[in-house]
């Protein structure tokens, strides 16, 4: 057959399977449900962004070292897989492969280029089973550009879901981000705690840290009972109003930890690194098991 009679001829299938609707892999946007599992997922990409910097920062401090190699390697991998599934879809995450060529190019041109050397020193970490002086000024230095261009890639979901997933509902969109932030946050001030530890450009970080632990806090009482500067509704949803006050609770535990490393001058001990290392992980359990009753009722 003459190549051009043979394009022209498959041309033709294509345009006739599309206008039929049988070409469903593009003519079909994510469902809510599955908008859902997205902004949960890339949101949950910054918390991982964050935890392995912490995980990184304990190894660095010789605190429970073989362990936290083995998070390392499990956080890791798991922020290479859900990046790879938001990109072209993963059925084991539950999620759909992503067709807005301005997240592709967020992906793309943005994440991976910062992704790929982070990972990097990240697998020599691993390989080495110490933190080198050039290996964590990396770490350091990557991290919030890597948190930075993952934040920016949910915020395009997010505009995507309320024109189209989550139209009916766009503040449950807002609220997924949000919620799902929180546990980005707990891993940031932990994060931000360590390099105060670890005697890391003290009073930067002891900024940032107020600015880090003030926002969970002012994110979960909105969360609970809203905030318009947040775009935060608030919720009257029995069972989530549990659950966030069961992080209420564990908040309050754990901010008389980081707020006093905020704010003033003295050393940090053993105890009190060993104490932070302990209770952020319930805080972020918790937080994520919020995250998921949001989305759960995108799914409704």
Not at 75 to 94: I, M, N, P, Q, V
Not at 274 to 295: D, F
Request: hydrophobic share 40%; proline share 5%; glycine share 4%.
């Amino acid at each position: 057959m003459n190549p051009f009679k043979l394009i022209r001829t498959v041309l033709m299938v294509y345009c006739f399977l599309f206008a039929t609707g049988n070409y469903t892999a593009m003519a079909n946007e994510p469902s809510a449900a599955e908008y859902g599992v997205v902004i949960n997922l890339s949101g949950k990409q910054r918390m991982l962004s964050q935890k392995m910097s912490k995980e990184v920062l304990l190894i660095h401090l010789n605190h429970e070292k073989q362990r936290q190699l083995t998070s390392l390697k499990a956080t890791a991998a798991l922020f290479d897989k859900t990046l790879t599934g938001l990109r072209d879809g993963d059925e084991s995450l539950g999620l759909p492969p992503t067709s807005s060529r301005r997240i592709l190019r967020q992906i793309d041109q943005k994440i991976h280029p910062v992704w790929n050397p982070f990972y990097s020193h990240i697998k020599g970490i691993l390989d080495t089973k110490n933190v080198s002086p050039d290996q964590l000024e990396a770490i350091v230095r990557l991290n919030p550009v890597l948190l930075s261009e993952m934040n920016k890639c949910v915020k395009l979901y997010e505009k995507e879901a309320a024109k189209t997933g989550l139209k009916s509902d766009p503040a449950l969109a807002v609220t997924i981000n949000l919620s799902g932030k929180q546990r980005m946050l707990s891993q940031k001030m932990s994060k931000e705690f360590l390099l105060i530890a670890s005697r890391y450009q003290v009073e930067e970080n002891r900024l940032n840290l107020q600015e880090t632990y003030g926002l969970f806090e002012r994110t979960l009482k909105g969360l609970l009972d809203g905030d318009p500067t947040l775009d935060l509704t608030g919720t009257k949803d029995p069972a989530i109003q549990t659950q966030l006050k069961k992080i209420q609770t564990l908040w309050e535990a754990f901010k008389p930890l980081v707020e006093p490393a905020a704010q003033t001058k003295q050393d940090i001990t053993a105890d009190q690194i060993a104490r932070v290392a302990e209770l952020n992980l319930p805080l972020l359990t918790e937080m994520n098991t919020a995250v998921k009753m949001y989305e759960r009722l995108a799914s409704n």
